[in-house]
């Protein structure tokens, strides 16, 4: 459980990091959000070091949880409600997440 939220937390930190900027240069937002940005990025580098596994593991696993982190930021920050294509997306992503995290050691 401890993994799973520690990948959930990675994948907001990396969203906030990314849409901050996009704001900035789609929306016409100030400049400013560019620092926060930043800082949020570079402690998504590091919360991908706390991860337990080899980074190339702990990357591809990774990958499907921010997919659903991704469609979960659609839903509550864009106000658009995920399809029945999202949701057979984000599960099929989730099934190789948890393949490839979750594998016998």
């Known amino acids: 459980m401890k993994s799973i939220l520690l990948y ?4 907001v930190v990396e ?3 990314c849409y901050l ?8 937002k100030s400049a400013v959000l ?6 949020s990025l570079a402690l998504f580098a590091w919360l ?18 921010y997919i659903a982190v991704a469609l979960a930021w659609l839903w509550c920050v864009d106000g658009l409600r995920p399809t029945s294509w999202d949701w057979a997306g984000v599960t099929l992503s ?12």
Do not use: C, N
């Open 21 to 28: 900027p996009y704001l900035w240069l789609k929306e016409g």
């Open 34 to 39: 560019l620092v926060p940005a930043a800082i």
């Open 15 to 17: 969203i906030v990091g």
């Open 48 to 65: 991908l070091t706390l991860h337990p596994s080899a980074a190339g593991r702990v990357y591809a696993a990774y990958g499907g949880v």
């Open 94 to 105: 989730l099934i190789g997440m948890a393949t490839i995290a979750f594998q016998p050691r």
């Open 8 to 11: 959930v937390v990675t994948a």
